[in-house]
């Protein structure tokens, strides 16, 4: 039985398409934003005494380890956070990973990237001193609530990490064209249409298929694909 929630955001499939099509129109933007750092002060107070020692040692390891402390000083505690998780979930799904030093990366769905000094810091641990790296979004022109874009606060994400070659691109990766790469990650794709239409984007992105097989086609020889699924 379909339930009501499903229902509502079936129904919103028309609305959603409209919504996409003025952002997409709307190229206006006030620009990058400045990052302000929040307060880092007790992460972790939502676990218990030995549970939250043993995660805060481990966010100490991964700030030391990754020279996170600008990322600390100017991010928000829910992105610090995230940068944190990827990086041990990174470490834990590709451990002893060795790229090229000028290997090439992408990662699709990059939302706002809000985690990409996390990214570009594991690349280059991993041996990729002269790393290029692409974001791809296909809802790049979705709006906070002081007008700035998802691609203006990635373009400020991109600035923190001092890093040169990264690159964002507003887009499905169906149409992608930016040649092959050694690694692709993709966290968190869409694998069934409701929480496709929830996150406000038009059926007609429901295609998981096809993007897999663009991913796949963008792969190096020998190349890895990482997926997180929920």
């Known amino acids: 039985m ?20 003025l952002r997409e129109a709307w190229s206006w933007s006030p ?44 991010s928000r505690r829910i992105d610090y956070l995230e940068n944190l998780y990827l990086l041990d979930a990174l470490e834990r ?10 290997a090439r990366a992408l990662d699709v769905g990059s939302k706002d990237w809000s985690y990409v000094f996390a990214l570009q810091r594991f690349c280059e641990r991993a041996g990729a001193s002269e790393l290029e790296l692409h974001g791809v979004e296909v809802d790049a022109r979705a709006r906070y609530l002081d007008l700035t874009t998802r691609a203006d606060v990635a373009q400020a994400h991109m600035n923190l990490t001092g ?9 499905d990766v169906v149409e992608l064209e930016q040649g092959q790469f050694d690694l692709v990650t993709w966290f968190y794709p869409f694998l069934t249409l409701y929480p496709l239409l929830r996150w406000g984007l038009p059926a007609r992105f429901f295609r998981p298929a096809d993007q897999l097989a663009a991913v796949r086609d963008q792969l190096r020889p020998g190349g890895l694909l990482l997926v997180f699924n929920q």
């Not at 379909?2 to 099509?21: C, D, E, T």
């Open 31 to 74: 620009g990058v934003p400045e990052l302000e750092g929040e307060p880092k002060d007790d992460l972790f107070l939502y676990l218990s005494g030995p549970e939250r020692r043993a995660v805060a040692a481990r966010a100490d390891e991964l700030r030391a380890r990754y020279t996170l402390d600008d990322l600390r000083d100017h």
């Open 163 to 171: 890093a040169a070659q990264l690159h964002y691109h507003a887009g």
């Open 93 to 102: 799904c590709l451990p002893g990973l060795r790229l090229r030093p000028d």
């Open 2 to 21: 379909i339930s009501l929630s499903h229902a509502f955001s079936v129904l919103s499939a028309p609305s959603n398409a409209l919504g996409f099509k």
